[in-house]
T-cell receptor, first 119, second 113 residues
């Protein structure tokens, strides 16, 4: 089973509007972390936002917020007031206990959502 | 601070050749990681080093070896390259394996013919 599911391969949004990128996850750990990364066409991976499983409030970083619904196991990224520079691939990732070592925690990534902001 | 640096940026190999991808970080981080990214997919963990002197397999370790040379450097070796290893390789680091953020290098684009 997929640990991280991003069901939207591509999304379009009009400049200055808000957009929500979906992410659902699967884990049996009680303690885990959820991340969103941005990958522009230049290829680098840019950290956007983090949510811990015990955090009661949704994380926010500037125009980015994470809509964390623990019971539904979803961690959607909301981008407000979209800008042309937001056009990129967006990856959701989860940090949980390693199944191999049983201790150290590694990141598992979803397949990504390609966001295009229209002028 | 340069952050995480990787060399080379691009490489073309023939099947069966060997090479080492280099990664260094100047943030005094304890944990370092190697990922690969295939077209249209997210990153998959190859190997990681939770702290200096330790390495562990990730999701896709076959065909690779790693060395945590010191706290700063973490190298990835392909002993006998195969076309299936054509990919973009990213190195990352974090304060610890429980860190809230992994910092990524710019990536190495490897093609195996």
């Amino acid at each position: 089973a997929q640990k991280i599911t991003q069901t939207q391969p591509g999304m379009f949004v009009q400049e200055k509007e808000a957009v929500t990128l979906d992410c659902t996850y699967d884990t049996s750990d009680q303690s885990y972390g959820l991340f969103w990364y941005k990958q522009p066409s230049s290829g680098e991976m840019i950290f956007l936002i983090y949510q811990g499983s015990y955090d009661e409030q949704n994380a926010t970083e500037g125009r980015y917020s994470l809509n964390f619904q623990k019971a539904r196991k979803s961690a959607n990224l909301v981008i407000s007031a979209s800008q042309l520079g937001d056009s990129a691939m967006y990856f959701c990732a989860m940090r949980e206990r390693s199944l191999v070592s049983g201790s150290a925690r590694q990141l598992t990534f979803g397949s990504g959502t390609q966001l295009t902001v229209l002028p | 601070n340069a952050g995480v640096t990787q060399t080379p940026k691009f490489q073309v190999l023939k099947t069966g050749q060997s090479m080492t991808l280099q990664c260094a970080q100047d943030m005094n981080h304890n944990s370092m990681y190697w990922y690969r990214q295939d077209p249209g997919m997210g990153l998959r963990l190859i190997y990681y080093s939770a702290s200096e002197g330790t390495t562990d397999k990730g999701e896709v370790p076959n065909g690779y070896n790693v060395s945590r040379l010191n706290k700063r450097e973490f190298s990835l070796r392909l002993e006998s390259a195969a076309p299936s290893q054509t990919s973009v390789y990213f190195c990352a680091s974090s304060e610890s394996d429980r860190g809230n953020e992994q910092f990524f290098g710019p990536g190495t684009r490897l093609t195996v013919l």
